[in-house]
């Protein structure tokens, strides 16, 4: 019986089904087939995966399927028939050859260039119909949405994106520090002023420090104290100092570095001792004592001097002046500020609290 009696036009064999003649016990040698007869039209060709078969309804393939046939499920005789489909038998003898693999009837493959070919495998033709795409790269997930993300690669590496550098521009930064550093009372940007009494070496400390604020950071006193050693006529700490300057900057180590933090540090108390000498403007004593007031009203705010002199900066006090929680605390211990009128208890009161809150924190 053929599927396709319904259009003659094709004459297509259909699968070979082994039909046993006999119930003896299978062979453990297995079988060989050999063929007498081949269809017409179909000479010098491998049967097995040569057959181009058209293609079809789903219905006839849906019945043509691949399966394995095992020699151990066809029973030995002196001539088992193998009945085609189409009308032809093709007769095997008896075994002669050691099948220790199964023999698979597969789809049919296309048809080779050549008709002395050997047949296609199976296997090989499925592993050469499976596509291999690339590898995509794999992103991290960024919590942020504007963050790009690291895209990995082969190896195990991870290229991150480089972050954008920050240019920030140093003539504005100093000009900006400057401006804060050195602004009196009115607004301008000057020194302040400092008494006659003043000694000749710690007004040239004020000015190198007016001079090379710009310069602030790891060089800054580096650069006054070579400048102060010009000045003051000491050439030998000069040519010291420059010597040690030139080999940091070229990444060696300098010999004498503790020479120039010594006098670094000298300097630096030599200038501290300076706000001793300078001559307050009458404003700024105003505005001093209204930052007193103010700092001891705010009852949820503790009392300190560092609390006094933020609320005098703040009100546009004198900054050119660098004071720190000592100034001012003796500014109003040696002038007197506040012993007249309704300020008269206040300096006591102040002193008081600033004593108890010492013990307390002793304790």
């Known amino acids: ?38 269809p017409a039209g179909w000479e ?45 038998a093709f007769p095997h003898s008896a075994p002669t050859q050691d099948w220790s693999r199964e023999c698979r009837f597969t789809t049919a493959q296309p048809a080779a260039q050549h008709d002395y070919d050997p047949p296609y495998s199976s296997c090989s033709s499925q592993a050469s119909s499976i596509k291999r795409e690339p590898i995509s790269p794999v992103s991290s997930p960024s919590l942020s949405p504007g963050r790009p993300s690291a895209l990995r690669v082969r190896g195990g590496r991870v290229n991150k994106p480089t972050p954008r550098s920050r240019k ?23 020194l302040p002023t400092l008494k006659e009494t003043c000694p000749s070496n710690i007004k040239l400390l004020w000015e190198l420090k007016f001079e090379y ?3 602030k950071g790891i060089c800054m006193w580096d650069t006054i104290a070579v400048q ?15 010597k040690i300057i030139e080999e940091r900057k070229n990444g060696k180590k300098a010999g004498g570095e503790c020479i120039l933090k010594t ?20 404003k700024d004593e105003d505005t001093l004592r209204k930052a007193l007031r103010e700092t001891v009203g705010q009852t949820e ?10 609320a005098f900066l703040s009100d546009r006090g004198s900054a050119n002046m ?35 809150m010492r013990a307390w924190k002793k304790e």
Request: charged letters at 20%; glycine letters at 6%.
């Open 1 to 38: 019986m053929s599927y396709y009696s319904s259009s003659p036009a094709y004459s297509v064999p259909e699968l070979l089904t082994p039909q046993s003649i006999t119930s003896s016990s299978p062979s453990q040698d297995g079988y060989e087939l050999e063929f007498s007869g081949t």
């Open 44 to 88: 010098g060709r491998w049967w097995n995966d040569q057959i181009c078969i058209p293609p079809q309804p789903a219905v006839y393939q849906a019945c043509y399927q691949p399966f394995d046939y095992n020699p151990a499920s066809v029973s030995p005789g002196s001539e088992a028939m193998y009945e085609h489909h189409g009308g032809n």
């Open 168 to 190: 920030t521009s140093t003539r504005s930064s100093s000009k900006a520090s400057r401006s804060e550093e050195w602004r009196d009372c009115y607004g301008n940007i000057c």
């Open 213 to 215: 604020t710009s310069s």
């Open 228 to 242: 102060y050693a010009v000045r003051t006529g000491s050439r030998a700490k000069t040519a010291a100092f420059e």
């Open 263 to 282: 006098e670094i540090s000298k300097l630096q108390m030599r200038f501290r001792r300076g706000r001793n000498y300078i001559l307050w403007h009458g």
């Open 301 to 310: 705010v503790v009392f300190t001097w560092k609390a006094v002199l933020v």
């Open 322 to 356: 660098h004071l720190n929680e000592e100034d001012v605390q003796n500014k109003f211990k040696r002038q007197n500020f506040l012993d007249s009128g309704e300020d008269a208890g206040l300096m006591e009161w102040c002193s008081s609290r600033t004593l108890s």
